[in-house]
């Protein structure tokens, strides 16, 4: 069974920083693409309202960021220990959220498919973690 265990959140200063983990169990995750996405809103276990923050490529370490982020949080991969980081610096208000990590094929696989990713480096999510709560305040 696939699991992807976050951890790492917590109550953080604003333009303060944190560092998110994740950590993947249950397969190889060679030729997948992970990344983290979060949600601010109510319905925290939507997937549908999850916002896309940044993805990696496990093969070439490509990646992609939500404007709102670029410059700011870092994702980087350590494949020894099948985890990913995303580092966050500057953390603004609009930063709290709930941050899922996620795993999937890389949209990079899927060019020239009818069928949009569901984000920037990410064709779909194959699997969720349980989520980890940032809350960015004075």
């Known amino acids: 069974q696939v699991r992807l265990a976050e951890s790492g959140g917590g109550p953080a200063e604003i333009g303060g920083s944190l560092t998110l983990s994740c950590t993947g169990s249950?397969?190889?995750?060679?030729?997948?693409?992970m990344g983290w996405f979060r949600q601010a809103s109510e319905k925290e276990h939507d997937e549908k309202e999850r916002?896309?923050?940044?993805?990696?490529?496990?093969?070439?370490?490509?990646?992609h960021y939500e404007d709102s982020v670029k410059g700011r949080f870092a994702i980087s991969r350590d494949s020894a220990r099948n985890t990913i980081y995303l580092q966050m610096n500057m953390l603004k208000s609009e930063d709290t959220a709930v941050y899922y990590c996620?795993?999937?094929?890389?949209?990079?696989?899927?060019?020239?498919?009818?069928?949009?990713?569901?984000?920037?480096?990410?064709?779909?999510?194959?699997?969720w973690g349980q989520g980890t709560q940032v809350t960015v305040s004075l």
């Open positions: 996620a795993a999937g094929p890389p949209s990079e696989d899927y060019i020239g498919d009818a069928s949009e990713p569901v984000s920037p480096g990410l064709y779909e999510v194959d699997h």
């Open positions: 249950g397969r190889s995750f060679n030729g997948y693409a």
């Open positions: 916002e896309f923050v940044a993805s990696i490529n496990w093969a070439d370490g490509g990646t």
